[in-house]
């Protein structure tokens, strides 16, 4: 009985309330008792088997025999026959699978190099380049955004809008 709570994994405390006792005198019983330790331990690998067993099975597929009766026209009499099913390995059970099981993970490494696999030069812009290039960086974003309005209001506007970019801080210094 208790191989079979631990192996569905009910928690001490469900177990305790099923056997009528607290959770904290089932477990004293079970420091004291070798035998019903044992036996919830045998009981939550047994579970973890069986779990295990069938998530290999949906991940790599397997063939299922079971009886099914039908009805013989030549015989005129119901008949026993043993049928098979093939049931297809499931992909997201596999990856399920190799992820948990096998430590297997998806993983995009892209890595930068110079020519001939050398690092990479960098070279700092002069501070007057930086700032240049940020407000260049500022407006085409502010004409994007400005695009974007005109859009949602649907409608066409012929005059030529300036868009300015102030009260930016760039490199210390406001814009």
Do not use: C
Request: glycine share 6%.
């Amino acid at each position: 009985m208790l191989e079979g709570m631990a192996a569905i994994r009910l928690p001490n405390e469900q177990i305790a309330r099923i056997l009528g006792v607290s959770r904290e005198t089932f477990e004293k019983h079970l420091k004291r008792n070798k035998a019903a330790r044992l036996a919830l331990e045998k009981g939550k690998a047994q579970g973890s088997q069986k779990v295990h067993q069938t998530a290999f099975q949906l991940a790599t597929g397997y063939t299922r025999q079971y009886e099914q009766e039908w009805f013989n026209p030549k015989t005129k009499q119901w008949e026993t026959r043993i049928a098979r099913e093939v049931v297809p390995p499931d992909p997201k059970m596999l990856q399920f699978w190799l992820k948990t099981q096998e430590k297997w993970r998806e993983t995009d490494r892209l890595e930068l190099t110079g020519p001939d696999g050398a690092p990479l030069k960098v070279t700092e812009l002069p501070r007057e380049t930086r700032q240049e290039k940020l407000r260049q960086y500022l407006e085409l974003f502010a004409r994007i955004e400005h695009s974007k309005t005109l859009v949602k209001l649907d409608e066409v506007v012929a005059s030529e809008a300036t868009i300015e970019v102030k009260g930016v801080e760039v490199d210390g210094e406001e814009s």
